[in-house]
């Protein structure tokens, strides 16, 4: 590689990480202004009109980039590298593969959201106990050999180049590992997510304490060791639920 390439690479390994980050802090203000916006909506604890799918998966995939970009950013450096080489497709075509998967993650999650949201904010029983056995299996899945495995993927990128580097020179090949990353990353990730369905989609405290365990579960040398202790977290908040299920109510 000479001056030249090493100047055009150093250069996308900074202004793609700084995209994501900006398109992350994008998500963040827009789950805070809706979130304001169904607060407003909902001061009298009376049933809000079902949000359309449309609007849903736009704050879905707005949520997601909140949480998840940050923690994509070290394989998205590794990808913006090889492409300002012209080794492989725009790295914006391996991104959109990624937001693809979240997307249609969306669509069973807007069902799930559509049904719990009013009983949530109605306070009903029956909901905490949703909530906990959730929980549960949040936690039980924590401490799985998939969720290890997707997990492990998720913290070892130039694995994942290594495995995938030599077939990612056309846009659909680039799309489809975008996709493929995405997939590790829903099972690394997909029962936290029902916990933020579980306990109202929109739930700013909760999106951040998750998007938190998850940045640090993939990027910070213990996250392994976070991934088994917030499982145990999981598990006691799933009993406290089951036998306390109004407790739900001070979560939301």
């Given at each position: 590689?000479?001056?030249?390439?090493?100047?055009?690479?150093?250069?996308?390994?900074?202004?793609?990480?700084?995209?994501?980050?900006?398109?992350?802090?994008?998500?963040?203000?827009?789950?805070?202004?809706?979130?304001?916006?169904?607060?407003?909506?909902?001061?009298?604890?009376?049933?809000?009109?079902?949000?359309?799918?449309?609007?849903?998966?736009?704050?879905?995939?707005?949520?997601?980039?909140?949480?998840?970009?940050?923690?994509?950013?070290?394989?998205?450096?590794?990808?913006?590298?090889?492409?300002?080489?012209?080794?492989?497709?725009?790295?914006?075509?391996?991104?959109?593969?990624?937001?693809?998967?979240?997307?249609?993650?969306?669509?069973?999650?807007?069902?799930?959201?559509?049904?719990?949201?009013?009983?949530?904010?109605q306070g009903s029983p029956w909901v905490g106990r949703v909530a906990g056995t959730v929980a549960i299996v949040a936690g039980l899945y924590q401490l799985t050999p998939l969720k290890s495995v997707?997990?492990?993927?998720?913290?070892?990128?130039?694995?994942?180049?290594?495995?995938?580097?030599?077939?990612?020179?056309?846009?659909?090949?680039?799309?489809?590992?975008?996709?493929?990353?995405?997939?590790?990353?829903?099972?690394?990730?997909?029962?936290?997510?029902?916990?933020?369905?579980?306990?109202?989609?929109?739930?700013?405290?909760?999106?951040?304490?998750?998007?938190?365990?998850?940045?640090?579960?993939?990027?910070?040398?213990?996250?392994?060791?976070?991934?088994?202790?917030?499982?145990?977290?999981?598990?006691?908040?799933?009993?406290?639920?089951?036998?306390?299920?109004?407790?739900?109510?001070?979560?939301?």
């Open positions: 590689m000479n001056l030249g390439e090493q100047r055009k690479a150093g250069r996308a390994e900074l202004w793609m990480p700084a995209a994501l980050l900006t398109l992350a802090a994008v998500g963040w203000w827009w789950s805070v202004v809706s979130a304001g916006d169904m607060d407003t909506g909902g001061m009298s604890m009376q049933p809000m009109p079902t949000m359309s799918f449309t609007a849903f998966l736009i704050a879905w995939v707005a949520m997601m980039a909140a949480m998840m970009f940050p923690a994509v950013v070290p394989v998205v450096r590794l990808y913006a590298r090889a492409a300002a080489n012209d080794q492989v497709a725009p790295v914006g075509v391996f991104v959109m593969g990624y937001i693809a998967l979240w997307a249609l993650v969306g669509i069973p999650a807007y069902f799930a959201w559509r049904d719990l949201e009013a009983p949530l904010m997707c997990l492990r993927h998720c913290r070892s990128p130039m694995s994942f180049f290594l495995r995938h580097g030599k077939h990612l020179d056309r846009p659909g090949r680039a799309f489809a590992a975008g996709a493929h990353h995405g997939l590790f990353c829903v099972g690394c990730c997909w029962m936290l997510m029902a916990v933020l369905i579980a306990f109202g989609t929109m739930q700013l405290v909760w999106m951040l304490v998750l998007a938190v365990a998850i940045v640090l579960e993939k990027i910070a040398p213990f996250g392994e060791q976070l991934a088994r202790a917030s499982g145990a977290a999981l598990l006691v908040l799933g009993v406290v639920l089951l036998a306390q299920p109004a407790f739900v109510t001070r979560l939301i």
